[in-house]
Nanobody, 123 residues
Framework: QAQLVESGGGSVQTGANLRLSCTAS????????MAWFRQAPGKEREFVAD?????????GYAESVKGRFTISRDNAKNTVYLQMNALKPEDTAIYYC???????????????WGKGTLVTVSS
């Protein structure tokens, strides 16, 4: 059974950094693109970043996080990371990890989802 478990969320102040981790099990991690989505209170879930099968694949980012967030993966550890720097209050959301065979960057295109980890950024 496929499982994604996120960790690393927390409450921080504006300008702080956090690193989220997502560890996968139950499927062949190296054959899936991995993505991060987020859902802020009262808003729809949105794409944040993704990375292809291999660690050298060019990652994709939402415009709102480009230059501040970095996605990476370690296929030996079945883990994908999201380094979030210079956090802003508008980054406050539940962050979800997802696995996608085709790097679709869409919610419908994801095959597996984690349960999320909460990031709160206060001003």
């Amino acid at each position: 059974q496929a499982q994604l478990v996120e960790s690393g969320g927390g409450s921080v102040q504006t300008g702080a950094n956090l690193r989220l981790s997502c560890t996968a099990s139950g499927f062949t991690f190296s054959k899936f693109a991995m993505a991060w989505f987020r859902q802020a209170p009262g808003k729809e879930r949105e794409f944040v970043a993704d990375i292809g099968w291999h660690t050298v694949d060019n990652p994709g980012y939402a415009e709102s996080v480009k230059g501040r967030f970095t996605i990476s993966r370690d296929n030996a550890k079945n883990t994908v990371y999201l380094q979030m720097n210079a956090l802003k209050p508008e980054d406050t959301a539940i962050y979800y990890c997802a696995a996608d065979r085709y790097q679709s960057q869409t919610i419908r295109g994801q095959d597996f989802w984690g349960k999320g980890t909460l990031v709160t950024v206060s001003s």
